[in-house]
């Protein structure tokens, strides 16, 4: 496994952007799908982004895709989440999570995943 780490959240006002950070320990962070989701209150836990291992696969959840970016740099062991044109409706916990790639296709269920981090909460105020 590894261990995940997100940054980047706050409170922003309705428009606005926010880039999230999953920092990842360990030698092997190139070998691993990254996923990014999010919990509102009293919501479940919901899929946003994903990316391969290299990051030339990505797939952004229909809802965001036109506001919302992922994409990694390995050799920082770092995933980001570029979110523009913020709504009210995105405010929730964000969490990312990671799971080694055998390139059998995109990742994006929870269940796929088996590490994840803390979270990061994103306030978007109207």
């Known amino acids: 496994q590894v261990r995940l780490v997100e940054s980047g959240g706050g409170l922003v006002q309705a428009g606005g952007s926010l880039r999230l950070s999953c920092a990842a320990s360990?030698?092997?962070?190139?070998?691993?799908?990254v996923g990014w989701f999010r919990q509102a209150p009293g919501k479940d836990r919901e899929f946003v982004a994903t990316?391969?291992?290299?990051?030339?696969?990505?797939y952004v959840e229909d809802s965001v895709k036109d506001r919302f970016t992922i994409s990694r740099d390995n050799a920082k062991n770092t995933v980001y989440l570029q979110m523009n044109s913020l709504k009210p409706e995105d405010t929730a916990v964000y969490y990312c999570?990671?799971?080694?790639?055998?390139?059998?296709?995109?990742?994006?269920?929870?269940?796929?995943?088996?590490?994840w981090g803390q979270g990061t909460q994103v306030t978007v105020s109207s």
């Open positions: 999570a990671a799971e080694t790639d055998y390139g059998l296709g995109y990742l994006y269920r929870t269940e796929d995943f088996g590490s």
């Open positions: 360990g030698r092997t962070f190139s070998t691993y799908a």
């Open positions: 990316i391969s291992k290299s990051g030339a696969l990505t």
